[in-house]
């Protein structure tokens, strides 16, 4: 399913938050992602109504399947693409920031390719 780049961003970014402090909660991703709360508040409502998001008795967010594997993609891809641009000499900083942006355009294809050559070439 193709969402919107925005939509995969706040996926990822409680993927991220879920992974580093167990829970997450609407403050982190505002913190995390640098947004307002009520922009927050909106963009996590839209992806409860979507089926990526869940929110339990204590407003914990949680990701569904389906969000969960969109999330997964997005930062396979954006964790390979760092790897990659920093071991062809691009700077860390750059690197993230540029991942960030090629994460969510590149196809399914040229990634495969890419991972594939990254693993058999680079990975060390």
């Known amino acids: 399913m193709k969402v919107r780049e925005s939509a995969e961003n706040y996926l990822e970014s409680v ?3 879920k992974n580093e402090k167990g829970n997450v909660r609407a403050i982190d991703i505002v913190n995390h ?9 909106i ?10 998001i869940t929110r339990d008795e204590d407003n914990h967010v ?4 389906s969000g969960l594997e969109i999330a997964s993609s ?3 891809r ?14 860390e900083s750059t690197a993230m920031d540029d991942a960030c942006k090629v994460e969510h355009h590149i196809s399914q294809e040229t990634f495969e390719c890419l991972k594939d050559f990254y693993e ?3 990975d060390s």
């Not at 964790?79 to 700077?91: A, D, E």
């Open 74 to 76: 997005i930062y396979e």
């Open 62 to 65: 949680h990701l569904t399947e």
């Open 43 to 52: 963009a996590l409502k839209q992806l409860e109504t979507n089926g990526f």
């Open 33 to 41: 992602l640098g947004f307002s709360k009520p922009s927050v508040s």
């Open 78 to 91: 954006h964790q390979l693409l760092s790897r990659f641009f920093t071991k062809i000499g691009v700077s």
């Open 15 to 17: 993927l991220i938050i």
């Open 120 to 122: 058999k070439n680079l």
